[in-house]
């Protein structure tokens, strides 16, 4: 009976804190792949504390964030990456007028394989910006927000790597 009820508990903070996780590590880690792998491993061990030290943290996103951060650290210490500050002295002042459905239509012609395929050859800060807004649903201002970055400058980057995706997808039709 006892090991029902941490299942419970772990499955409702896995519900309640799921998105709110995925969203922090996609935008401290390198890549979509290693977000996933450290979140899997947050929500791994986390289970295990639970269920084998039969404990339960009194916040437990707070929690599960600072088991993320422990995996990014290992992650970073033994992967130096470069940063890229491509748009930074842009000084883009406007803000682009925000597409109809067109967008949509670039993603809706191809198939997946395809598709991810091209959007892997993309620079990694074009990569963040479309799986935020199509994989996590985000809006613009969200994305600036988590990038550090300026709504003007995270649209900008948006539209150019969707008609960069398009350009591509193209050319292997």
Not at 7 to 28: D, G, H, M, N, P
Not at 76 to 84: A, C, M, P, Q, V
Request: charged residues 25%; negative net charge; aromatic residues 14%.
């Amino acid at each position: 009976m006892q090991k029902q009820s941490h299942q419970e508990y772990f499955e409702a903070v896995y519900c309640e804190t799921f998105e709110k996780l995925s969203r922090y590590v996609f935008f401290k880690a390198p890549g979509l792949a290693e977000a996933e792998d450290i979140t899997a491993t947050v929500y791994t061990n986390f289970y295990q504390y639970v269920v084998l030290k039969n404990k339960r943290p009194a916040n437990e996103l707070a929690y599960l964030i600072r088991i993320s951060n422990h995996e990014l650290s290992r992650l970073y210490s033994k992967n130096i990456t470069r940063l890229s500050f491509d748009d930074e002295d842009l000084n883009l002042s406007e803000t682009i007028a925000d597409a109809d459905d067109w967008e949509q239509d670039v993603f809706d012609q191809f198939a997946n394989e395809a598709l991810w395929i091209a959007v892997c050859s993309l620079q990694p800060a074009e990569q963040r910006v479309l799986i935020a807004k199509f994989r996590f649903d985000m809006t613009f201002q969200e994305i600036a927000l988590a990038m550090n970055q300026g709504e003007s400058a995270v649209k900008l980057r948006y539209y150019r790597s969707l008609k960069k995706l398009q350009n591509l997808l193209q050319k292997d039709k």
